[in-house]
Protein backbone atom coordinates (compact mmCIF):
# COMPACT_ATOMS: atom_id res chain seq x y z
CA UNK A 1 0.00 0.00 0.00
CA UNK A 2 1.08 3.43 -0.94
CA UNK A 3 -0.35 6.83 0.60
CA UNK A 4 -0.27 9.71 -0.01
CA UNK A 5 -1.34 12.90 2.23
CA UNK A 6 -2.43 15.99 1.20
CA UNK A 7 -4.36 19.29 2.59
CA UNK A 8 -1.88 20.81 4.68
CA UNK A 9 -1.61 25.00 4.72
CA UNK A 10 -1.38 27.61 6.62
CA UNK A 11 -4.33 28.91 8.68
CA UNK A 12 -5.35 31.03 11.65
CA UNK A 13 -6.20 29.88 15.02
CA UNK A 14 -10.03 29.06 14.40
CA UNK A 15 -9.94 27.75 11.24
CA UNK A 16 -10.27 24.41 8.81
CA UNK A 17 -8.23 22.07 7.28
CA UNK A 18 -9.34 18.84 5.67
CA UNK A 19 -6.13 16.46 4.73
CA UNK A 20 -6.65 13.67 2.57
CA UNK A 21 -4.60 10.39 2.54
CA UNK A 22 -4.94 8.61 -1.02
CA UNK A 23 -4.28 5.16 -0.88
CA UNK A 24 -2.67 2.78 -3.70
CA UNK A 25 -4.22 -0.97 -4.08
CA UNK A 26 -7.19 -2.75 -4.44
CA UNK A 27 -7.31 -3.61 -0.62
CA UNK A 28 -7.54 -0.25 0.90
CA UNK A 29 -11.18 -1.64 2.65
CA UNK A 30 -9.38 -3.98 4.30
CA UNK A 31 -7.18 -1.71 6.44
CA UNK A 32 -7.82 0.17 9.10
CA UNK A 33 -6.44 3.82 9.02
CA UNK A 34 -4.70 6.02 11.37
CA UNK A 35 -3.36 9.99 11.01
CA UNK A 36 -0.58 10.77 13.34
CA UNK A 37 1.21 14.01 13.52
CA UNK A 38 5.19 15.02 14.76
CA UNK A 39 6.46 18.08 15.78
CA UNK A 40 10.33 18.76 14.93
CA UNK A 41 12.33 17.34 18.03
CA UNK A 42 8.92 15.48 19.84
CA UNK A 43 7.90 11.95 19.40
CA UNK A 44 5.07 11.06 16.66
CA UNK A 45 1.51 11.31 18.55
CA UNK A 46 -1.70 9.48 18.00
CA UNK A 47 -4.74 11.87 16.38
CA UNK A 48 -7.01 9.45 15.07
CA UNK A 49 -8.02 6.63 13.51
CA UNK A 50 -10.85 4.60 11.69
CA UNK A 51 -11.40 0.88 11.05
CA UNK A 52 -11.35 -0.80 8.07
CA UNK A 53 -15.48 -0.46 7.71
CA UNK A 54 -15.60 3.01 8.99
CA UNK A 55 -17.89 1.85 11.55
CA UNK A 56 -15.42 2.32 14.60
CA UNK A 57 -13.08 5.50 15.01
CA UNK A 58 -10.74 6.84 17.90
CA UNK A 59 -9.65 10.19 18.57
CA UNK A 60 -6.89 11.34 20.82
CA UNK A 61 -8.33 13.73 23.89
CA UNK A 62 -6.63 16.76 22.10
CA UNK A 63 -8.23 16.72 19.36
CA UNK A 64 -11.85 14.96 20.21
CA UNK A 65 -14.85 17.38 19.54
CA UNK A 66 -12.83 18.91 16.80
CA UNK A 67 -11.29 16.55 14.24
CA UNK A 68 -13.26 14.27 12.56
CA UNK A 69 -11.84 10.98 10.72
CA UNK A 70 -13.59 9.21 7.87
CA UNK A 71 -13.22 6.97 4.83
CA UNK A 72 -13.99 6.76 1.42
CA UNK A 73 -13.42 2.99 0.39
CA UNK A 74 -14.85 3.57 -3.15
CA UNK A 75 -12.15 6.70 -3.59
CA UNK A 76 -9.58 4.71 -1.66
CA UNK A 77 -9.05 8.02 0.63
CA UNK A 78 -9.50 8.46 3.97
CA UNK A 79 -9.83 11.79 5.04
CA UNK A 80 -8.96 14.06 8.50
CA UNK A 81 -11.37 16.96 9.11
CA UNK A 82 -9.86 19.38 11.58
CA UNK A 83 -11.69 22.57 12.66
CA UNK A 84 -11.57 24.97 15.74
CA UNK A 85 -7.51 24.54 15.08
CA UNK A 86 -4.84 25.91 17.67
CA UNK A 87 -1.30 26.92 17.37
CA UNK A 88 -0.53 23.45 19.50
CA UNK A 89 -2.03 21.50 16.28
CA UNK A 90 1.16 22.51 14.26
CA UNK A 91 2.76 19.54 12.89
CA UNK A 92 3.19 17.20 10.32
CA UNK A 93 0.60 15.26 9.96
CA UNK A 94 0.96 11.74 8.96
CA UNK A 95 -1.44 8.90 7.32
CA UNK A 96 -0.67 5.55 7.99
CA UNK A 97 -2.18 1.77 7.44
CA UNK A 98 -2.77 -1.43 9.32
CA UNK A 99 -3.71 -4.55 7.85
CA UNK A 100 -5.63 -5.09 10.92
CA UNK A 101 -9.08 -4.29 10.07
CA UNK A 102 -10.41 -2.24 13.45
CA UNK A 103 -9.19 1.29 14.47
CA UNK A 104 -5.99 1.63 16.98
CA UNK A 105 -4.08 4.21 18.48
CA UNK A 106 -0.87 2.22 18.64
CA UNK A 107 1.62 3.19 16.03
CA UNK A 108 3.30 -0.50 15.84
CA UNK A 109 0.46 -2.14 14.10
CA UNK A 110 0.93 0.41 11.23
CA UNK A 111 2.73 -1.18 8.25
CA UNK A 112 2.57 1.62 5.56
CA UNK A 113 2.86 5.22 5.70
CA UNK A 114 2.59 8.35 3.67
CA UNK A 115 4.96 11.33 3.61
CA UNK A 116 3.36 13.47 5.70
CA UNK A 117 1.73 17.14 4.90
CA UNK A 118 2.26 19.84 6.84
CA UNK A 119 -0.51 21.98 9.32
CA UNK A 120 1.08 25.28 10.04
CA UNK A 121 -1.82 27.40 12.55
CA UNK A 122 -1.07 30.96 13.52
CA UNK A 123 -2.13 32.72 16.46
Known amino acids: VQLQASGGGLVQAGGSLRLSCAAS????????MGWFRQVPGKEREFVAA????????YYADSVKGRFTISRDNAKNTVYLQTNSLKPEDTAVYYC?????????????????WGQGTLVTVSS
Open 50 to 57: ISSSGTSS
Open 25 to 32: GRTFSRYG
Open 96 to 112: AASPRAYSSPYEAIYDY
